[in-house]
């Protein structure tokens, strides 16, 4: 059984027999009685570790759809986990005045990487630059929804997407280095 990330181990029917009288232990029926409600409660702390676990955007899986709730995200259980959580966080980081370091935090919680915020007050733009990882995030629409839900909306909201270019790859990536690179990493790839 887990237990928020610290592993439980222990034999709950041995526990159970160290609380009633040890010859008990020589009856069949008694040892039937142990084992079944010791199931039991096997079954029940593993419920109980799974509530708890939905209490928490990290680990929760079947609570998500409340967190949305909460946070007046459409609830999209066609999405993977892992982006549905992005976007709680998102949420949950976006409240408050709106600044840069704000910015940045609300993209990595969707990105699950390095970000760069560039203001460019004179363009009335604010360029979100990916450079943690290579190619487009896959969750760019919900990026683009929860930015532009804090971003004022006067100022444009710019995308810039770091790729491999010729001069990363040219003597410098063996060829089997390049073979398992996907064509979403390169400039103009798919």
């Known amino acids: 059984m887990k237990l928020l990330g610290t592993d439980i181990e222990r034999n709950v029917e041995r526990d159970m ?3 009633i009288p040890r010859e008990y232990e020589d009856y069949r029926e008694s040892r039937a009685i142990v084992k079944t409600e010791a199931a039991e409660f096997e079954a029940l702390n593993a419920k109980i570790a799974d509530v ?6 990290d680990t929760a899986t079947w609570g998500l759809s409340h967190w949305e709730r909460i946070c007046g995200i459409p609830i999209d259980e066609s ?3 892992e982006q549905r959580r992005s976007v709680i966080k998102s949420k949950l980081r976006g409240i408050g005045t709106v600044t840069v ?3 940045k935090n609300v993209a990595e919680a969707y990105y699950n990487g ?3 915020v560039i203001e460019q007050p004179s363009l009335y733009t604010v360029k ?3 450079v943690g990882k290579l190619g487009v995030p896959p969750n760019l629409a919900d990026i683009q929804n929860a930015l532009r839900g804090i971003i004022p909306a006067h ?5 810039e997407f770091s790729y491999l270019l010729i001069k990363d790859v040219h003597n410098v990536m063996t060829l089997s280095q ?3 690179t996907t064509l979403d990493k390169f400039a103009g790839g798919a």
Request: proline share 3%; aromatic share 20%; hydrophobic share 60%.
């Open 128 to 130: 979100i630059k990916f």
């Open 17 to 19: 027999f160290g609380y």
């Open 101 to 103: 370091d704000l910015i």
């Open 52 to 57: 708890l676990a939905q209490f928490f955007v």
């Open 114 to 116: 390095e970000v760069e």
């Open 79 to 81: 999405k993977p986990v």
């Open 178 to 180: 390049l073979e398992a």
């Open 155 to 159: 100022l444009a909201i710019d995308f």
